[in-house]
């Protein structure tokens, strides 16, 4: 079983990457405009995200406009969409069950079954972590590509900082989740021991002697 130490350890890395990976969700900064080449127009700087667009002026206004149809969104952004709420609700749920698990926690009293509880919310920290560093990866691919493509001179976009979040994210659920499943295994074998001793001297005939 892991030790108290590990577990708070993992669970103060779950809830760390839990709050990366809301603010990827909920902040639209995955791309930014750039401003090389012939986009030298400072006045005004466009971010998107996941849900909205926004132009931010120089004085500090910040206008934004959600996406107008789902349907004619790119599909990096779509996938994105779905893995990033999956990823989130997965690490509140795997949070829940280690904190429930946890040796620190007397919310379930069977001790043997914990380590199988805390190994559950390990697998399940690991599957959001790469959930969420998966459209990361996917949106910073597509951004480079069109960054580095001739026909897109009028507009260029450049990594936002909710994809570094996201990567960072997607680090500490992994970093999590594989500290619990190295220190969450059950012991096995110390019963059978036990019960084959015990066996042993129950079953010594008596015999009466005259």
Known sequence: M???????????????????????CAVPR???????????????????GLWTTC????????????????????SDLQAARAMTIISCMLSILSVLILFCGADFTTCVENEAAKPKISLVAGVGLMLAGVLVIIPASWFASNTVKEFNNPLHVSQRWELGA???????????????????????????GSSGGTAKYYNSNASAPNKNYV
Do not use: E, H, M
């Open 2 to 24: 892991g030790s108290v130490g590990v577990q708070v350890v993992c669970v103060a890395l779950g809830v760390l990457g839990l709050i990366g990976v809301i603010v990827c």
């Open 30 to 48: 995955w791309k930014v405009s750039s401003f090389v080449g012939a986009n030298i127009v400072t006045a005004q700087t466009s971010q998107q």
């Open 55 to 74: 132009v931010v002026q120089s004085t500090g206004q910040q206008q934004c406009k959600n996406y107008d149809s789902v349907l004619v969104l790119p």
């Open 162 to 188: 909710c994809i570094y979040v996201g990567w960072g994210a997607g680090v500490l659920l992994l970093l999590a989740g594989g500290l619990l499943c190295c220190f969450s295994r059950p012991k096995s």
